[in-house]
């Protein structure tokens, strides 16, 4: 198993609140690692450490090897990163963003193919600014996979999606694994859990109450019911 995310006795503080508490996880390569937890857990701060976005206060996170705060910009190029919001410039029209960040890659996908796959095409004329919520997760995940990167950080990447396009992003998230790529992301849905991850971490009160395989993780029970008695009896 070759590791592309690590995380080792996390601690991240902000004044009087603990976010992380000496969370430690693993994703692999070729597999998908979905994140679980209720609002506050800890699970995005998680992520954008890893993401190079935010500094531990103790611990460590590891991306390809790697610390992402120091990283050098050949490094970054190697990581897709999709966030929770923003991130997106809000003058951009999609298609000559896509282009735009493909043209900073050695490999890119095609965006045409990025955008017909997740139907960005039906609102290519519209700034940024101006889209739906979806409309703009849907530009930030092809944005995320434009590089053909190793590893995907993916932040509630069907939050505000319609069946449809959730079963696309799905497909598109399947299809990185199966490229070799590791592929991290929270969620709030246990079917997206169970549809995709190979692996689950369970996070509440910034602790992981749980990590393993979805089969070690629900030892017979559904995962909505190992879920809720997890984080009910961490609080």
Known sequence: MTVVAAVRELRRVFGGTVAVDGAGWSAAAGSVTAVLGPNGAGKTTTIECLE???RPDAGSVRVLGADPWRAPAEHR????VMLQEGGLPTTARPLPLLVHLAALHNTPRSVDDLAARLGIHEFAR??????SGGQRQRVALAAALVGTPDVLFLDEPTAGLDPHARLDVWDLVRE???????VVLTTHSFEE?????DRVVVMARGRVVADGTLDEVRSGSRLEDVYFALTRDAR
Do not use: D, F, I, P
């Open 52 to 54: 190079g976005l935010q």
């Open 77 to 80: 190029a190697r990581v897709g």
């Open 126 to 131: 519209t700034a940024v600014r101006r889209m």
């Open 176 to 182: 990185e694994s199966r490229r070799g790529a590791g």
């Open 193 to 197: 859990a169970e549809r995709l991850a």
